[in-house]
């Protein structure tokens, strides 16, 4: 089992800024893409960033230009460095770590969310 951890949610103004971190742990043998989701009450879990172990990302369209993802692939964790922060970004955000474990076996795993609030 693969276990994530994140950290690092929190209230900000609007225009600020904030970082989350998620450490994978557990039997793992090699972790593929990590990735940021957020979810709002009452709307379907929606995709913020995505990055593959080579270092190649990806980003919603609503985010380009002000959020960062990044990775340490010897720490097994990955970052979100938001900036510019507005109202709308307000949401739960989830890790997500596509990995093997030490015996091969494939795992999609979720963190339990860290709560970011963006208001004034």
């Known amino acids: 089992q693969v276990q994530l951890v994140e950290s690092g949610g929190g209230l900000v103004q609007p225009g600020g800024s904030l970082r989350l971190s998620c450490a994978a742990s557990g039997s793992i043998f090699s972790i593929n893409a990590m990735g940021w989701y957020r979810q709002t009450p009452g709307k379907q879990r929606e995709l913020v960033a995505v990055i593959t172990s080579g270092g190649s990302t990806n980003y919603a369209d609503s985010v380009k230009g002000r959020f960062t993802i990044s990775r340490d692939n010897a720490k097994n964790t990955v970052y979100l460095q938001m900036n510019s922060l507005k109202p709308e970004d307000t949401a739960v955000y989830y890790c997500?770590?596509?990995?093997?474990?030490?015996?091969?076996?494939?795992?999609?795993?979720w963190g339990q969310g860290t709560q970011v609030t963006v208001s004034s």
């Open positions: 997500n770590a596509d990995s093997i474990s030490s015996d091969y076996a494939y795992y999609s795993s």
